[in-house]
């Protein structure tokens, strides 16, 4: 994954939870689910919970599937 856009700056590793639906298409509390029953990796600085844009990219790899009919 390139972590720099267009103009050669770096772009955000870490996403807030709202960032983080955004990203998976899920909203704010779905996110927070998903991080409270363990199944989306967080990681918290105080008392902000952020997440890191390469564990989305390994959560979404773990969970492709391939239906045949």
Request: proline residues 3%.
């Amino acid at each position: 994954m390139n972590t720099l856009n267009k103009k050669g700056i770096p772009e955000k590793r870490l996403l807030s939870v709202k960032e983080t639906g955004i990203y998976l298409g899920r909203s704010v509390v779905s996110i927070r689910e998903l991080i409270w029953a363990g199944k989306l990796p967080c990681v918290r600085i105080d008392r902000r919970i952020h997440c890191d844009i390469y564990d989305l990219e390994k959560v979404i790899e773990n969970h492709k599937t391939v239906y045949t009919y």
